[in-house]
Protein backbone atom coordinates (compact mmCIF):
# COMPACT_ATOMS: atom_id res chain seq x y z
CA UNK A 1 0.00 0.00 0.00
CA UNK A 2 1.22 3.29 -0.99
CA UNK A 3 0.99 6.86 1.25
CA UNK A 4 1.17 10.05 -0.40
CA UNK A 5 1.37 13.11 1.72
CA UNK A 6 1.03 16.38 0.30
CA UNK A 7 2.16 19.87 1.71
CA UNK A 8 2.89 23.54 0.66
CA UNK A 9 -0.53 24.68 0.17
CA UNK A 10 -1.78 28.25 1.65
CA UNK A 11 -3.01 31.30 0.86
CA UNK A 12 -1.37 33.81 -1.24
CA UNK A 13 -2.04 37.10 -3.60
CA UNK A 14 -2.29 37.15 -6.51
CA UNK A 15 1.05 37.19 -8.76
CA UNK A 16 2.32 35.18 -5.73
CA UNK A 17 4.15 31.62 -5.36
CA UNK A 18 3.46 28.64 -3.76
CA UNK A 19 5.16 25.36 -3.95
CA UNK A 20 3.52 21.96 -3.54
CA UNK A 21 5.40 18.74 -2.01
CA UNK A 22 3.88 15.14 -2.76
CA UNK A 23 5.93 12.66 -1.08
CA UNK A 24 4.96 8.99 -1.90
CA UNK A 25 6.15 6.11 1.08
CA UNK A 26 4.91 2.29 1.47
CA UNK A 27 5.64 -0.61 -0.81
CA UNK A 28 7.34 1.02 -3.68
CA UNK A 29 9.59 -0.17 -6.02
CA UNK A 30 9.08 2.33 -8.81
CA UNK A 31 6.42 5.02 -10.02
CA UNK A 32 5.43 5.54 -13.31
CA UNK A 33 3.99 8.99 -13.78
CA UNK A 34 3.47 11.24 -11.19
CA UNK A 35 1.49 14.61 -11.25
CA UNK A 36 -1.43 16.97 -10.13
CA UNK A 37 -4.82 17.49 -10.70
CA UNK A 38 -7.06 20.53 -9.17
CA UNK A 39 -10.91 20.87 -7.79
CA UNK A 40 -12.46 23.66 -7.73
CA UNK A 41 -15.70 24.51 -5.69
CA UNK A 42 -18.14 23.51 -8.04
CA UNK A 43 -15.73 21.97 -10.88
CA UNK A 44 -14.80 18.67 -12.13
CA UNK A 45 -11.12 17.80 -10.96
CA UNK A 46 -8.60 18.77 -14.01
CA UNK A 47 -5.36 17.45 -14.50
CA UNK A 48 -2.69 20.14 -13.58
CA UNK A 49 0.51 18.60 -14.85
CA UNK A 50 2.18 15.32 -15.22
CA UNK A 51 5.98 14.25 -15.24
CA UNK A 52 7.37 10.42 -16.10
CA UNK A 53 10.19 8.81 -14.84
CA UNK A 54 12.39 10.01 -17.38
CA UNK A 55 11.13 13.63 -16.65
CA UNK A 56 9.16 14.43 -19.39
CA UNK A 57 5.80 16.87 -18.61
CA UNK A 58 2.51 17.88 -19.68
CA UNK A 59 0.49 20.69 -18.45
CA UNK A 60 -2.93 21.91 -19.12
CA UNK A 61 -3.49 25.18 -21.29
CA UNK A 62 -4.16 27.03 -18.08
CA UNK A 63 -1.00 27.02 -16.35
CA UNK A 64 1.76 26.46 -18.91
CA UNK A 65 4.64 29.08 -18.40
CA UNK A 66 3.50 29.36 -14.88
CA UNK A 67 3.58 26.47 -13.04
CA UNK A 68 6.73 23.77 -13.05
CA UNK A 69 6.36 20.33 -12.23
CA UNK A 70 9.59 18.11 -10.92
CA UNK A 71 10.56 15.13 -9.02
CA UNK A 72 13.12 13.11 -7.56
CA UNK A 73 12.87 9.32 -8.12
CA UNK A 74 15.34 8.72 -5.62
CA UNK A 75 12.99 10.33 -2.75
CA UNK A 76 9.91 9.11 -5.03
CA UNK A 77 8.70 13.15 -4.55
CA UNK A 78 6.74 15.20 -6.96
CA UNK A 79 6.81 19.12 -6.40
CA UNK A 80 4.80 21.78 -8.45
CA UNK A 81 6.17 25.15 -8.32
CA UNK A 82 3.43 27.40 -9.00
CA UNK A 83 4.35 31.05 -9.90
CA UNK A 84 1.98 34.08 -11.18
CA UNK A 85 -0.68 32.60 -9.62
CA UNK A 86 -4.18 33.86 -10.15
CA UNK A 87 -7.53 33.75 -8.51
CA UNK A 88 -8.75 31.35 -11.23
CA UNK A 89 -6.11 28.62 -9.79
CA UNK A 90 -7.98 28.46 -6.84
CA UNK A 91 -8.35 25.15 -5.55
CA UNK A 92 -7.71 21.45 -3.64
CA UNK A 93 -4.39 20.42 -5.55
CA UNK A 94 -4.07 16.83 -5.41
CA UNK A 95 -0.98 14.67 -6.26
CA UNK A 96 -1.25 11.13 -7.94
CA UNK A 97 0.96 8.30 -8.37
CA UNK A 98 0.90 5.77 -11.25
CA UNK A 99 2.67 2.98 -9.54
CA UNK A 100 2.98 -0.83 -11.65
CA UNK A 101 -0.14 -3.13 -11.59
CA UNK A 102 -1.97 -1.11 -9.27
CA UNK A 103 -4.38 1.54 -9.04
CA UNK A 104 -3.64 5.15 -9.37
CA UNK A 105 -2.55 6.48 -5.25
CA UNK A 106 -3.62 10.14 -4.48
CA UNK A 107 -2.74 12.52 -1.82
CA UNK A 108 -5.31 13.68 0.55
CA UNK A 109 -5.17 17.29 -1.08
CA UNK A 110 -3.90 20.81 -0.28
CA UNK A 111 -5.77 24.10 -0.39
CA UNK A 112 -4.49 26.42 -2.71
CA UNK A 113 -6.24 29.74 -2.27
CA UNK A 114 -5.49 33.28 -4.12
CA UNK A 115 -6.72 36.29 -3.39
CA UNK A 116 -7.26 39.37 -6.25
Do not use: H
Not at 40 to 49: C, D, F, I, S, Y
Amino acid sequence: QVQLVESGGGLVQAGGSLRLSCAASGSIFSINAMGWYRQAPGKQRELVATITPGYSTNYADSVKGRFTISRDNAKNTVWLQMDSLKPEDTAVYYCFADLPYAPRSWGQGTQVTVSS
